[in-house]
């Protein structure tokens, strides 16, 4: 195949969050063609947040709509939309870059690689065997089924501490669990947590196993200032213990930090040429979806000029196709 049988876009956005659609925004408004890919629908980590009160020009919004919001701003414009493509590999080096998916090669001058990032595991005994019966990264799609119920949430970031207040929509208890005395999330959530009578605060413990027989039952904990064990009735667990990056199939070529977030510039540019990382995959010292956007906005531009370098210059596509 030569450049002349395929279709080479100027800018290929992989994840179709927040961060991806901005960057779709920016590219299509400088009249670049530009697409999404994602290997789901368009919307990222955020169509799953409960509520987001910290997105300027709304005191409150489900993350679901937030997304949808932005999905129908970018339907305004000339943005091409793969969902539901599993990207399977990807080619960054060369001029012109090259993403196959299943039944897909696509090919573009440029890349802006927004995958997100997705939830740590525990990594105890229990959570892999319990997950869809009792363990769930997801409590606004779960949440529902514990009506009633007991559950725990792991963890002292905003995550932990927003979903245990979503949940105490439907459950009669939840526990939260945090290996340390004090909680990192924003001040106002945890004012929330502590004025809530049906979270309980278990601090300085962790998680040491999930039990049960068919469907989670309880969870062993240890309390890590005298190492008591102690077990815990619930029947739901959720995990909100961070992130880690969905960088697996860009590290053999772009620099990452020791967690595996891509690092960039501040133009979002990595250190490949044309390529560009944003959102949570980015090793950032801020991960929400305004910073998510603002990614979007700067690497978009950032493309739309290097583009333009190329054609002032000459760039020799040095792939083999
Ligand atoms: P996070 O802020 O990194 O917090 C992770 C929490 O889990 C910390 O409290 C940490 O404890 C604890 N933890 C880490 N590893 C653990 C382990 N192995 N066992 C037990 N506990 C462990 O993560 P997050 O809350 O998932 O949030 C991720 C990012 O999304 C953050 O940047 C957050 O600000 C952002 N976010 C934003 C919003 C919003 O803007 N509305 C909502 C949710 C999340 P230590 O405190 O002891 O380290």
Not at 50 to 65: D, Q, S
Not at 227 to 234: A, R
Not at 248 to 264: A, C, S, Y
């Amino acid at each position: 195949m030569n450049n002349f049988d395929k279709n080479i876009f100027d800018c290929l956005i992989l994840g179709g969050g927040p961060a991806g659609m901005s960057g779709a925004l920016y590219c299509s408004r400088a009249n670049l063609n530009c697409a999404i890919i994602d290997s789901s629908a368009l919307g990222g980590a955020p169509a799953n947040y409960c509520e987001i009160e910290n997105y300027l020009g709304f005191n409150r919004i489900e993350g679901a709509e937030l997304c949808e919001r932005f999905e129908e701003h970018i339907n305004n414009f000339n943005v091409q939309k793969f969902p539901f493509e599993e990207i399977q590999s990807v080619e960054l080096t060369s001029d012109i870059k090259k993403i196959t998916t299943e039944d897909k090669e696509l090919f573009a001058k440029s890349i802006i690689i927004a995958t997100g990032a997705k939830p740590q595991k525990l990594n105890v005994k229990g959570e892999k065997e319990f997950f869809g019966r009792g363990v769930s990264y997801c409590a606004v799609c779960d949440g529902a089924f514990y009506k009633n119920k007991i559950t725990a949430v792991v963890g002292g970031g905003n995550s932990a501490l927003e979903e245990a207040l979503y949940l105490t929509r439907f459950c009669d208890k939840v526990y939260l669990i945090h290996r340390r005395g004090e909680f990192r999330a924003d001040k106002i959530i945890q004012k929330r947590i502590f004025e809530n009578k049906k979270i309980e605060l278990v601090l300085n413990s962790v998680v040491e196993e999930i039990i049960g027989d068919n469907k989670v039952q309880g969870i062993k904990i240890k309390n890590v200032s005298n190492n008591e064990i102690k077990t815990l009735v619930v029947q739901g667990v959720f995990p909100y213990i961070g992130l880690s990056p969905n960088s697996e199939l860009f590290t053999n070529q772009l620099q990452t930090d020791e967690k595996g977030f891509i690092i960039t510039d501040n133009t979002m540019q990595t250190n490949i040429q044309g390529v560009y990382a944003i959102g949570d995959i980015r090793n950032t010292p801020l991960r929400q979806v305004i910073t998510a956007v603002s990614d979007g906005a700067i690497a978009g531009v950032s493309v739309s000029k290097y583009l333009m370098n190329i054609e002032k210059g000459a760039v020799h596509e040095s792939i083999s196709l």
